[in-house]
């Protein structure tokens, strides 16, 4: 399969770098896309310096609205264009592994239509997270699978491999969700396509070097979209019975 790894970054000139040469090791074959928001700590800049270095990488910088879901829909509509038979969506700061790509690309071959590197099946987990952190991803991640019927232990996970067909079947470029709702928004339409979705063990750990984007804020958004997708699919549910009575 002609493969594409989408990389948003912002602020990770400390990441970007080593990410690429790892990327290259692992999967020398495979194309890789960063999509930088104009970090004004010159990311773009290294990762322009590292492409020129290393081939197949893609550098854009991004302009218009900042943001993980806006970045995640252009890299995808980009890798659309330009005819990739799977994508890869991954963080660059070394908390999804890169030795796991190969994997989530076999079982792509061998028959999935998404492949989630997921912490909560078995062999997964996470590295140095403090027991409320753990305790808040794991039951958050319940509460989103139970509330949009998606059998996906892991609906917040970023590192995905997915079939290229099957990710612009769910049209990415028409979410609305920013920050890591947009992560469970495409798990909801996921869910909802009948997408068979393979679900791989990761150990997650934190970030070594620069800040994580992550906030008490982008949590309490994720939370009250997902409550609301909820709450329209019931009701979408029950007119659909009551329309059949």
Not at 80 to 90: K, L, N, P, T, Y
Not at 180 to 200: K, M, P
Request: glycine share 10%; charged share 25%.
């Amino acid at each position: 399969m002609r493969a594409v790894v989408v990389i948003p970054t912002y602020n990770e000139r400390e990441n970007v770098v080593a990410m690429l040469q790892a990327l290259r090791s692992q999967v020398p074959a495979a194309h890789v896309m960063i999509v930088d928001d104009l970090s004004p700590d010159g990311t773009g800049g290294l990762a322009d310096e590292a492409a020129a270095e290393l081939g197949q990488v893609t550098v854009v910088h991004r302009s218009g609205k900042p943001g993980l879901g806006a970045a995640y829909r252009h890299g995808f509509q980009l890798a659309f264009d330009e005819g990739f038979d799977a994508i890869v969506s991954m963080d660059s700061d070394f908390s999804h592994d890169p030795a796991v790509v190969p994997t989530m690309l076999r079982l792509l071959e061998e028959g999935a239509d998404v492949v989630i590197g997921s912490r909560y099946v078995a062999g997964g987990g996470t590295q140095d997270w403090p027991l409320r952190r753990r305790l808040l991803s794991k039951w958050g991640n319940r509460y989103a699978s139970a509330l949009l019927g998606a059998k996906v232990r892991d609906c917040t996970a970023g590192f995905r491999a997915y079939r290229a067909e099957t990710l612009r079947a769910i049209e990415p470029g028409s979410t609305a969700a920013e920050g890591y709702a947009f992560l469970t928004e495409l798990t909801r339409r996921l869910a909802r396509s009948g997408a068979t979705i393979v679900e791989t063990p990761i150990m997650f750990k934190d970030r070594e070097k620069g800040t994580s984007k992550m906030s008490g804020r982008i949590i309490v958004e994720s939370m009250l979209l997902v409550t609301g997708w909820g709450v329209l699919d019931r009701a979408r549910s029950l007119r659909r019975r009551l329309t059949r009575r």
